[in-house]
């Protein structure tokens, strides 16, 4: 009968023949045939292998139980109405009144994979007013049960790591692997979260009088730090569960309430981790996630009246956001333009693998990618032969096969980056490979002899094409990095210590790698941006302090009262 392909369906194996031509069962059956193995769910290939065997373990979106964890099923099936997700408030997952909705497309397949809620500004009122009732009780819940839900939290999105892997991959194009990595990560986020809000926001201080001239010991100081109130939090499309929970968690341990407003890409994995804080049990009200558009809402909840504090991690949005807020604490991560410089003493195989692992890594889509190398001459040619045979290396394709590059979020962001790419050819850029392009997917990309009167020599590309610019000095190198008007993060490659703390000193930039490329984490490390790049300083001990504000209480003494040992 030919070759055979075992098909594993509801935990057993099934042989069914497998043909590269269409095959009708009890019809001849035409030759050669494929000899291929493959898990399905129903009519869907969802792992392919050499042998049963291989299958097997490959076969990562299935379950103990041989059925296969999709996005909306399961335990999530609570969260969607058909083919619409709902929006979560009160504890309870709900249908916007507005009756519409917003599609999100597939950066891969360009067609429209799911749709959101498209929530009134009537809606937003209401979720804001229950966030404010319940961060009030929230605030009386000790300490030990916040952290014992967020842990709770934690293992239940670790637990559930495929289904929202799924939504990364379909709604922004993240490879399989790197978005499994973001669930777990995120989940050790959250209970990292847990255990540091329990030590910092257990300790007080105590003041007295006496230490300041002019005064006895008559009074005492008691500070703790309060909750702010009710938080609002806006992720990006990049890291929509990460940086999700990156702003949650500090929020939630610190005793405030959290309004979330996802990104439209990401938002259906934003939702499914929401639905894993509400399997946790926290309180009704206490968390709540409004989807849809920013036009129609963006304004109104970052202005609104009910919102104490704004967690905001994106673009330029972000700027309009800080002229309209009010008198609120801000926290922003507005990205970057971060400037790579190498030195001649440095190490040029590290530098070749940093430039390609912090210039490309999910298609140059990440705030803290490399997004401009600044090379002294005299190592230039020999770095750039480096990082080209590195790139060749690099595979291209669909998320879901883990490719190194995959499809930029949407054609606008194609659009940009390719006028980018057009204004550096127009001007004399070296190419040294062709610029590709298929619908969202774009090659990666090195410039050479880039100048600074090139539009890539400054703006964020956030695509995988790196500018080179060849410098003389280091100074050269400083001075351009500092006449960007971001300044998140930077990196220097040099084997002198002495001289890599000094040429970080001098880069405006809230962070600075030696010997490596940028990078965002560990998460519980301070990150913050200067100048266009953000406001205030994230990581989680510096977001729980910002999420907070100091309360005293001042005992006051009828009399002077010294101990006497």
Not at 25 to 39: D, R
Not at 262 to 269: E, F, I
Not at 383 to 409: F, N, W, Y
Not at 527 to 542: A, E, P, R, V, Y
Request: proline share 6%; aromatic share 6%; charged share 20%.
């Amino acid at each position: 009968m030919g070759a055979v392909s075992h098909l594993a369906l509801g935990g057993a194996w099934f042989s069914l023949p497998l043909y590269k031509e269409p095959w009708t069962p009890g019809l001849a059956t035409p030759a050669p045939p494929t000899k291929l193995f493959f898990v399905v769910r129903s009519t869907a290939v969802i792992a392919r292998a050499a042998s049963p065997k291989a299958a097997v373990v490959k076969k990562e979106a299935v379950t103990s139980a041989g059925r296969e964890v999709m996005a909306g099923t399961g335990v999530f099936s609570d969260i969607i109405d058909g083919d619409v997700y709902k929006y979560y408030a009160d504890g309870e997952w709900n249908k916007s009144s507005s009756g519409k909705s917003v599609s999100i497309v597939n950066p891969t397949t360009r067609k429209a994979q799911y749709k959101v809620q498209a929530c009134t500004q009537e809606e937003v009122n209401k979720v804001m007013e229950i966030a404010k009732a319940a961060q009030k009780q929230w605030a009386r819940t000790p300490l030990w049960k916040r952290a014992e839900l967020l842990h709770k939290a934690a293992a239940i999105l670790k637990q559930h790591k495929d289904p929202i892997a799924e939504c990364l991959v379909k709604e922004i194009a993240k490879p399989a692997k790197d978005a499994v990595t973001e669930v777990v990560r995120s989940g050790d986020l959250i209970s990292y979260t847990a255990e540091e809000g329990v030590r910092i926001l257990g300790e007080g201080k105590l003041l007295v009088s006496d230490s300041f001239p002019g005064n006895e010991r008559s009074k005492y100081c008691i500070s703790s730090k309060i909750p702010l109130g009710v938080v609002l939090a806006i992720p990006p499309f990049n890291y929509p569960v990460n940086l999700a929970v990156s702003k949650i968690g500090p929020a939630l341990i610190a005793g405030n309430s959290l309004v979330l407003k996802p990104p439209t890409q990401g938002a259906v994995a934003a939702l499914h981790m929401v639905h894993c804080f509400h399997l946790a049990g926290f309180p009704k009200g206490l968390i709540s996630c409004i989807t849809g558009k920013g036009s129609e809402i963006g304004d109104f909840l970052t202005m609104h009246p009910g919102v104490n504090c704004i967690s905001f991690t994106g673009g330029d949005t972000g700027i309009a956001i800080s002229k309209k807020a009010g008198m609120i604490p801000l926290q922003m991560e507005l990205g970057g333009k971060d400037a790579c410089i190498v030195l001649e003493d440095a190490d040029l195989d590290l530098v070749a693998s940093n430039i390609v692992k912090g210039g490309y890594s999910y298609s140059g889509q990440r705030c803290t990618a490399v997004k401009v190398v600044l090379i002294m001459e005299s190592v230039a040619d020999a770095v750039v032969e480096k990082v080209k045979a590195k790139m060749a290396k690099l595979t291209v394709g669909p998320p879901e096969q883990d490719c190194d590059i995959t499809p930029v979020v949407s054609e606008s962001s194609a659009n940009f980056i390719e006028g980018l790419v057009k204004d550096a050819k127009e001007k004399g850029a070296t190419f040294c490979q062709e610029f590709k392009r298929e619908g969202n997917l774009i090659w990666p990309l090195l410039l050479d002899h880039v100048r600074p009167d090139m539009r890539i020599a400054w703006e964020e590309p956030f695509g995988p094409v790196l500018p080179v610019i060849r410098i003389s000095s280091v100074e050269e190198g400083i001075h351009h990095c500092n006449a960007s008007n971001f300044g998140l993060q930077g990196c220097v490659f040099t084997r002198d210590i002495n001289k890599a703390i000094m040429i970080s000193d001098a880069m405006e930039s809230g962070t600075i790698q030696i010997n490596s490329a940028p990078a965002r984490g560990p998460d519980h490390f301070p990150f913050q941006g200067l100048k266009d790049s953000g406001i205030g300083s994230q990581g989680i001990t510096n977001s729980i302090n910002m999420m907070t504000k100091i309360k005293s209480t001042v005992i006051n003494l009828p009399s002077p009262s010294y101990t006497m040992g």
